[in-house]
């Protein structure tokens, strides 16, 4: 990952901001917005160090890092999407489970954990999970060997564990930079790269005070008025709601000046 050189905010090649305009509503000004793609050779360094720094903050607390891989058997399922589906629910399953086990202590219900996905060679996904707490081996396995055959409504054994010892705050952010830069390459937009326990957001929300309009240049055409202000008129929002709302697409075209 590079950290010596400042922030380019120009467009990449073959980047979706070449084909964008963005405008400040207020002030009618063009805008240059960041790139927010892994996969981005000219941007993406600046969101694997902003990611690493994240994981850093955030797992430095923890007593213990303890560094899980979980897998998932592929044979029972048609394709790729629907065993990374199955694997998804098996997650969630393993959750509940996890924080309600009578086994395990108060301390060991309440782990904080944080989980990236990877992909086999063959497409197929596995879990990566670091968690804050010690759990023993054998607790993970039944829990995970349980969640397996709740989900999937499968008998025998289907998925499988394995744990390393403790590792380092900056090697577990390492790690989950790794697989997410490895993983935006495999999975379709929209899908996440990686999650964490907790309400706690990962990232401080940043407030936003300005408004916007993007503008697209190869269809000729507002793709968007992205409300960032809560004091944004509320008609305006509701007309933003319809693309075909020719008035409103023609009072922000003359205030921004684009033929």
Known sequence: MQSNEPYDHSPCDGCYLNHIRVYNTKTGKQVQPKCKSYKCKKHGWMKENELKEAIEKRVKSWEKVRFWTFTLTNKYFKNVDEHRKALSE?????????????ILNDKQRSVQYI???????????????????????????????????????LPGKLGSVDVRGNIKADT????????????????????NLYSCSGNEALFEKVEKTESYAVYHVKLRKWVGLRSESPCL???????????????????????????
């Open 90 to 102: 098996i997650w969630r399953y393993f959750v509940t489970e996890l924080r309600r086990n009578k």
């Open 233 to 259: 008129d509320i008609n305006t929002q509701l007309h933003h709601k319809s693309s075909q709302e020719v008035l409103l697409e023609m009072s922000i075209t003359e205030k921004m000046g684009v033929q």
């Open 115 to 153: 989980r990236v996905s990877e992909p086999h060679k063959s497409g197929y996904f596995h879990f990566h999970v670091f968690f804050s707490e010690y759990i023993h081996f054998n607790s993970i396995k039944q829990i995970w060997e349980w969640a397996c055959n709740s989900a999937t409504k």
């Open 172 to 191: 577990c952010a390492k790690y989950v930079v790794k697989y997410v830069v490895k993983t935006s390459h495999a999975m379709a937009k929209g899908q």
